[in-house]
């Protein structure tokens, strides 16, 4: 019998920083397409390090995704 995985997020500035620094096995990052300054260099280069896709979305889309409204 097969089991469904259900997709896990992980949200927040913190959490996805840490996420990356621990190489925690993430297939996806999606950020807000506004986001510029240190924090957007840190998550661009971690994810370029580690061959992680990084998408750019427009903050209503992950406010969609996870239903809340601070990232």
């Given at each position: 019998?097969e ?8 949200v927040?500035?913190k ?23 240190e924090?957007?260099?840190e ?19 992950l ?7 601070n990232?």
């Amino acid at each position: 019998m097969e089991e469904k995985i259900k997709d896990k997020f992980l949200v927040g500035r913190k959490p996805v920083i840490d996420a990356l620094n621990d190489h925690f096995g993430i297939e996806k990052i999606w950020i807000d397409n506004t986001l510029k300054g240190e924090l957007e260099q840190e998550v661009r280069f971690l994810t370029r390090k580690q061959k992680i896709p990084l998408q750019y979305v427009p903050k209503a889309k992950l406010n969609s995704i996870v239903k809340q409204v601070n990232h």
